[in-house]
């Protein structure tokens, strides 16, 4: 028969409420009881039942990791960044895949409060009005991450790259190797973070150079292969005069570009460069080596949850935006053009 709390605390000759504080640590006790009651816990190798020790900490001990891609490699490393800090933490994560839809997004942050969970973790891709409504309604915390809000800071706590900046940055690193005519690839129109603000990045330093803006060198989209070589076929098929560097809203559209720059026989970079966004771990394993703008998803995974650690833990916070630093980052796709 298994060993219950009510045998320990009959064996240590104390009551069950204070088995419970021992193991909790809800209420201090003595040093030499603490010590009586692990022993026996110890000798009888008691482990307590996690629905029963819920019911008395209001705790479950679980944290809700709500990604739109369980597939995309982004995901998999933030997901390892933040369970490094989680388990740290003696929590366990709880993975959910939203696909980007708001109504099941709203559904999993149902779901999730039904599950008792601790806090969450939310990757979305349109946090609107409408899905900040849901989560401020929640009985757990939320902490953004890798996605802001289009309605305003200050609302939920944030950890996200700058992406405005990261991407004006790696156009700035174009036009420094002395290119003009820079095309687009980027992220979704709906996408927030990762569609609108990378865009945004890229008009601003062009705007910054005094260089037009070409609407046929731009084209938004998913963040696939795909979409890469179809987009990039768009401005090959659609513009006499040809961009002489394309950067992209990440490695794997940059991908796309480059093979089907290789299936027209154009060179890269000898004809056209080409920039990523991420700089996943198999941008050194392609051929020619992908520059790219490096951002730390592991760090940006730890971040957040040690964020969330702190409103689980009820400290003084106040919601804000919390940027994890980028880098760019020179390999083989960029040709230095004569300034």
Not at 39 to 66: C, D, W, Y
Not at 156 to 177: E, G, K, P, R, Y
């Amino acid at each position: 028969m298994a060993v219950t709390i009510s045998d320990i605390a009959k064996e240590a000759g104390v009551s069950i409420s204070t088995v419970s504080r021992v193991m909790n640590g809800t209420k201090p006790v003595s040093p030499e009881l603490r010590a009586r009651v692990y022993e026996v816990i110890k000798r009888n190798h008691f482990k307590p039942n996690p629905l029963a020790q819920s019911l008395v900490t209001k705790k479950t001990n679980m944290i809700g990791v709500i990604v739109s891609d369980i597939s995309n490699t982004v995901f998999g490393t933030l997901t390892k960044g933040i369970n490094s800090v989680c388990e740290n933490r003696g929590y366990t994560i709880m993975i959910c895949e939203s696909g980007g839809e708001q109504d099941r997004e709203i559904r999993l942050l149902e779901l999730l409060e039904e599950k008792q969970i601790d806090g969450l973790l939310f990757a979305g891709i349109n946090i609107n009005q409408r899905l900040v409504d849901s989560i401020l309604k929640r009985s757990y915390p939320t902490v953004l991450v890798t996605q802001e809000t289009p309605v305003g800071e200050g609302i939920i706590d944030t950890v996200v790259h700058n992406n405005i900046q990261a991407m004006s940055d790696a156009v700035q690193f174009l036009l420094d190797n002395g290119h003009r005519r820079i095309a687009y690839l980027g992220g979704p129109k709906h996408d927030f973070s990762s569609g609108q603000k990378r865009l945004q990045g890229y008009k601003t330093a062009l705007k910054q150079a005094g260089i037009d803006i070409i609407d046929s060198y731009i084209e938004q989209g998913d963040f696939s292969f795909q979409f890469g070589y179809d987009g990039m076929r768009k401005i090959y098929e659609e513009n006499s005069i040809l961009p002489t560097a394309v950067v992209t809203g990440s490695d794997v559209i940059a991908v796309g570009v480059i093979q089907f720059l290789k299936n027209m026989h154009v060179d890269v970079p000898g004809e056209i460069s080409v920039m990523g966004f991420d700089d996943s771990d198999f941008a050194t394993y392609f051929q020619p080596e992908l520059s790219t703008v490096r951002i730390s998803y592991f760090h940006e995974g730890e971040m957040a949850a040690r964020e969330l650690m702190k409103w689980i833990d009820q400290e003084d916070k106040t919601a804000m935006t919390h940027y994890v630093p980028h880098k760019i980052i020179r390999r083989s796709t960029i040709r230095t053009l004569n300034i």
